[in-house]
């Protein structure tokens, strides 16, 4: 078994949500590797990582959307007291949706739906992933 590691960085914007797939097809494809399992982490505790349609109604009202009704900003989380922030319902956002993603590829193509794409979402207050 081969194992390799190859890492990149995202200029990111709070709430902000990027496609990432063309990033990850170079990786791949520069890695001479043809069949296996991609697995993508981030060492952010607020970001997610998924897969999507990267429509822009979708990315930009729909799952803004839907992430707002799981967000809680409205509850006192502990963590806003002993942090002096407003990230608590970012963490559980997090939490809930995850920061890793395991993607098959064979013939060094990533196995994806015709229109899925991986995308990051960076919910902190600042741009660092």
């Known amino acids: 078994m081969v194992i390799q590691l190859e890492e990149f960085t995202l200029n990111t914007h709070p709430e902000g949500i990027l496609n990432i797939t063309s990033q ?9 590797l043809t069949n296996g399992f991609v697995c993508e ?4 505790s607020t970001s997610i990582l998924t897969t999507t349609e990267y429509e822009s109604r979708l990315i930009t009202w729909d799952m803004p959307y839907l992430l707002e009704k799981i967000r809680l900003y409205n509850r006192d989380y502990d963590h806003h007291h002993m942090w002096e922030d407003k990230n608590g319902g970012k ?3 997090s939490f809930l949706l ?32």
């Open 98 to 129: 995850g920061p890793t993603l395991t993607i098959p590829f064979s013939n060094s193509e990533l196995i994806l739906g015709t229109w899925q794409k991986v995308i990051i979402l960076d919910m902190d207050e600042k741009n660092r992933i």
């Open 91 to 93: 963490y559980m956002r």
């Open 41 to 44: 982490f981030t060492a952010s």
């Open 24 to 32: 990850i097809r170079k990786k791949l494809s520069d890695s001479g």
